[in-house]
């Protein structure tokens, strides 16, 4: 029955292929594209041999701009024998449209069509693909033969404007579009083509004034939307692209310019996933073309993504070598990778031209000073300057390249030259640091005044007179200038911040909290208050789980900010949660793509998650963007011994001299491998490496004597410490050397090195620390405590020191007097669970049990995993008459069995409850 019921159906259900076809050309008719594409797909399920339904399809998609379906069912419409004058000037349209442009000309420069309005097509698909290859000549051409062929063809005489612009006579090309909308003011194409003329000769005003004709001549079709969009974008006028975007929508929401263009406009909005998506989308169906591998280039830079932006904008220059915002921002990718040179030879071709464009120039500049040429970098920008005199960014540099050598004077001259010649507020912002820096503060001021007279330069001038005030220690004048800003900018979070930080100078946090909560009250999305926010909640001293709990919260309102995501990173590894940690780096950087801080976050947090294979293969793209980062090598290197390859690990660190060969710590880290993996001679031969390259002289010396200490060679240590005191008298290298004589067996003449050192280097703090942490070890706390005051007479707002001599000083019966040290250690630092478990056991000693109970608590809160801490509070909840208490805290140490080796004290405290 069921087999015979669909058979039945099938039999008599749907219209047949001729009635979909008809259906099908309606729809076509009606400009409706994407139905009517739906028609032609039924009308060849029901009969595939239908050339004319392929053809038909094949056009339909064409105009939705899926140029890459268009061209496969065009191909299908010419085998099956459709007419060639109809398909095959869809077919070049459609490689052409898919910026493939040689196979234009491979395969259709040499095609005939009998239909002159076909040839005509054909022949514009021709010149548009010279066009693309710089080949002016051969592209006209092809338009003359079109217009041979339809005399007259408004399409022809338009592109005919195009090639005089690109021969260079602009204007000239601009008239000849003029002479058209003469002749036909109401063609929207006579328009759009004087607008992107008007745009080639910045006259981008003009340019919008004709793009907007267009659109109200014809508002049903999409060209002039998707031209007026990058004029207001590069504006800047974010707001305007987004209203002609939705006005676009309505017109063609599914449409490839629409979609192209919501992705740009998603990208400048900050929505990196959106833009991505679809981005990736569009290049599915166009691979080969060249805006689409553009945009998903600028998206992959923004995500930071560099080596897939590389590559997608490689590709997109590769196919068209001519236009310059493809090549700019591949040059400037590779410098954010750190290729320079590679940066420069993408260059190259803009560089050559007469004249380059100013902004390359620039650009070649910040790659050459990357280098270390400055001289070379000055030249690149005397260039710029030579090809537009009114680049500000080439005259900006130009002057502070001559402060930097010494010229100051006639560099700050040259500074405000430039400022008086523009409205860009740069010149002004780059001379007042110049001179702040410098310490000419009046003059600075005086520039400061020249500033706000701007158009704009108001609030950025009172924000820099807050920063010059509080560089002058004028404090109150600096909060002066922050209120204005505030005043005139509620939202303002710089200065916000600021006044903050002088509330925090003031021992004023919750002012600077309220600060903070108004601004998010304003802008709850402020992901630079949030952040602000959870570093005092840090300061405070909250909790653990407080503090995770409003970071995740920050992540979720602004799931877009790298800073926030970092944030909770952060708080996640110092909980500790490293597998947590792990997974919102994981997260965050699938999101963002491959940002450096994401990545080290990353890799960081699965070394201590133990998972050290994955580690190093972050480690490893971090490497990719960040070639000479020391830190990066020492992390991968550090992931490979974790996982137990040390071959690996002294490859990395190989690699990393080679690339950084004055890096002191890859030497340090190197020599030290090799020591412990059973290679002395080895590591002796890399700390000499380190001391043929040395520049300061004893970074050497002092990596020889570490490396000889550790094979208990202690006198030959001694030897090195003394040579590399000599260069520098670091408190460093007096420990080193004082560690090694007595490790020597050399008692009396560690006691004479003490005493000369102390008596050439009294402020010497490391090395007073070293002897009193050395007494304390010996048990020797009297020696140990007025060494401990020793050193904080020099350092009197040291937590560590504080919270040392208040241990000393209660381990020898003075609780009382200990207790402000250990007060003061922990108002400093209250985020170091240590200092809260001496405060607590001082508090136990004065037998104010209560307070040491809330202080362990906050110790443990601190460091839950901490069973002694939990052990400590145990006992004073005992002392404090808590027993219930006391008796669940020592339960779950009891639980923890072999994990916590002292059992034999947790059982007898609970034999007394």
């Not at 005003?205 to 004709?210: L, N």
């Not at 639980?895 to 409850?913: H, K």
Request: glycine share 6%.
């Amino acid at each position: 029955m069921l087999l015979a019921a669909a058979m039945l159906l099938s039999g008599c259900s749907g219209n047949s292929a001729e009635q979909y076809l008809k259906s099908g050309k309606a729809k076509l008719q009606a400009s409706d594209l994407r139905g009517a594409a739906i028609e032609f797909r039924n009308a060849l399920q029901k009969d595939a041999s239908l050339a004319e339904a392929r053809f038909l399809l094949g056009s339909a998609l064409l105009r939705q701009g899926d140029a890459r379906s268009a061209y496969a069912e065009l191909e299908r419409a010419e085998r099956q024998g459709y007419d060639a004058n109809l398909v095959v000037p869809l077919l070049a349209r459609a490689l052409s449209q898919q910026g493939r442009h040689e196979e234009v000309l491979i395969r259709f420069a040499q095609a005939t069509l009998n239909e002159p309005g076909g040839m005509a097509a054909l022949q514009l698909s021709l010149a548009r693909a010279h066009l693309a290859g710089g080949q002016a000549e051969p592209a006209e051409a092809s338009v003359r033969q079109a217009l041979d062929a339809v005399p007259g063809l408004p399409e022809a005489l338009q592109l005919q404007a195009r090639i005089i612009a690109r021969r260079g006579d602009v204007p000239a090309a601009i008239a000849r579009a003029q002479g058209l909308i003469a002749a036909d003011p109401k063609s929207d194409s006579n328009w759009l083509t004087l607008g992107d003329l008007q745009q080639a000769a910045g006259q981008a005003d003009a340019a919008r004034r004709s793009y907007a004709q267009a659109i109200q001549l014809n508002p049903a079709a999409a060209q002039g939307y998707a031209s007026l969009l990058p004029l207001l974008m590069s504006a800047g006028d974010l707001p305007g692209a987004t209203a002609t975007l939705a006005a676009l929508e309505k017109v063609d929401a599914g449409s490839v310019l629409t979609r192209y263009y919501k992705a740009w406009i998603k990208l400048e909005q900050g929505e990196l996933q959106v833009a991505q998506e679809l981005g990736e989308n569009l290049l599915k169906q166009s691979p080969d073309n060249v805006d689409l591998l553009y945009l998903a280039g600028a998206v992959e830079a923004r995500r930071n993504s560099l080596d897939r932006a590389v590559d997608l904008l490689g590709k997109a220059v590769a196919a068209a070598p001519e236009p310059l915002r493809p090549r700019m921002l591949l040059a400037q990718t590779l410098l954010r990778r750190g290729d320079a040179d590679k940066c420069l030879q993408t260059l190259q071709p803009l560089l050559k031209r007469d004249p380059a464009p100013a902004e390359a120039l620039v650009l070649a500049a910040a790659a050459t000073a990357r280098g270390g040429d400055g001289a070379k970098a000055e030249q690149w920008l005397a260039r710029a300057v030579d090809a537009d005199p009114q680049n500000v960014q080439g005259r900006v540099g130009l002057a502070v390249a001559r402060i930097g050598r010494g010229e100051v004077d006639e560099g700050l001259k040259q500074l405000r030259a430039v400022g008086a010649s523009t409205p860009d507020l740069t010149p002004d912002t780059t001379l007042v640091d110049q001179l702040a820096r410098l310490r000419r503060f009046d003059a600075a001021l005086e520039a400061l005044r020249v500033l706000e007279a701007k158009p704009e330069g108001k609030l950025v001038a009172e924000m820099l007179r807050g920063r010059l005030e509080l560089a002058r220690d004028n404090v109150a004048q600096a909060r002066e200038a922050f209120d204005a800003v505030l005043k005139a900018d509620a939202a303002n979070t710089q200065a916000t911040a600021a006044l903050a930080g002088l509330d925090l100078a003031d021992r004023r946090p919750e002012a600077a909290r309220a600060r903070f909560q108004k601004l998010l009250e304003k802008d709850p999305a402020n992901s630079a208050a949030r952040s602000a926010l959870l570093r005092l909640e840090i300061d405070r001293g909250a909790s653990s789980d407080q503090l995770v709990a409003m970071a995740r919260q920050a992540v979720k309102l602004v799931p877009g900010s790298r800073e926030l995501r970092l944030d909770l990173i952060r708080v996640l590894l110092s909980k500790p949660d490293a597998r947590q940690a792990a997974e919102v780096a994981q997260e965050s950087v699938n999101l963002l793509g491959d940002d450096p801080e994401l990545l080290a976050a990353l890799g960081q947090a699965q070394l201590l998650g133990g998972e050290a294979n994955l580690a190093s293969k972050s480690f490893t793209r971090l490497l990719a963007l960040k070639p000479k980062l020391p830190q990066a090598h020492l992390w991968l290197a550090q992931a490979y011994r974790q996982a137990g390859d040390n071959a690996r690990a002294l490859r990395a660190l190989k690699h990393g001299v080679e690339v950084l060969p004055d890096e002191p710590a890859l030497y340090r880290s190197e020599a030290l491998l090799l020591n412990a993996d059973g290679q002395p001679a080895q590591a002796l031969q890399v700390a000499r490496q380190l001391q043929a390259r040395d520049k300061a002289g004893w970074q050497g010396l002092a990596l020889e004597g570490d490396v000889l200490a550790r094979q208990e060679r202690f006198d030959e240590a001694v030897h090195a410490y003394t040579a590399a005191l000599v260069r520098n008298p670091a408190g460093a290298l007096a420990v080193g050397l004082h560690q090694a004589l007595v490790r020597a067996g050399r008692a009396d003449a560690a006691l004479a090195f003490e005493r000369k050192r102390l008596a050439d280097e009294p402020r010497d703090s490391r090395f007073i620390s070293y002897l009193a942490e050395t007494a304390l070890r010996a048990r020797r706390l009297d020696v140990a405590e007025a060494r401990f005051r020793q050193a904080l007479a020099l350092q009197p707002q040291n937590p560590a020191l504080l919270n040392n001599l208040a241990w000393v000083m209660g381990r020898q019966g003075r609780a009382d007097a200990a207790l402000d040290f250990a007060d003061r250690a922990v108002t400093l630092a209250p985020r170091q669970p240590d200092f809260w478990d001496t405060l607590a056991e001082i508090r136990a000693a004065a037998t104010q049990y209560d307070a040491a109970v809330q202080a362990q608590q906050q110790a443990l809160a601190l460091a839950p995993e901490n069973h002694l801490h939990r052990l400590h509070l145990a006992s004073y909840l005992l002392q404090a008459g808590k027993r219930e208490q006391a008796k669940a805290e020592l339960t779950r140490l009891a639980q923890l069995g072999a994990r916590f080796d002292l059992q034999a004290e947790v059982q007898r405290m609970l034999a007394t409850l």
